[in-house]
């Protein structure tokens, strides 16, 4: 599992977006509650503007850990490139407040 991560990460780091997202897909294929898949996953996506895939997997990671702060920025920034503002800052503010407690 890890490898494919690391794969993945390559892949994106090197702007193999689509690759990236192969590899993190095999991995929720295996493990559907990975949640580095999801959130690495969510990032390719977010680069390629697939806010609403993107948002999926936040959606689902958040539900998995509650307190993944990085995942609240990020859903609030999906959310105001879908003009969902409100939801959006709604987000934010969860994420400051996570941030303050770390």
């Given amino acids: 599992m890890e490898k494919l991560l690391e ?9 193999n977006l689509n690759k990236a997202i192969d590899c993190f897909l095999k991995v929720l294929e ?3 509650d990975n949640t580095k898949a999801l959130f690495y996953l969510s990032i390719a996506y977010m680069d390629l ?8 997997c936040l959606d689902k990671l958040i539900k998995l850990e509650p307190k993944h702060t990085l995942a609240y920025k990020n859903r609030a920034l999906v959310k105001f490139s879908l003009n969902m503002e409100k939801e959006a800052m709604s987000d934010y503010k969860i994420f400051v407040d996570l941030s303050s407690h770390q």
């Fill in 30 to 32: 295996l493990e559907p």
């Fill in 49 to 56: 503007s697939k806010f609403e895939k993107a948002l999926e």
């Fill in 7 to 15: 794969d993945g990460s390559r892949h994106y780091l090197k702007g």
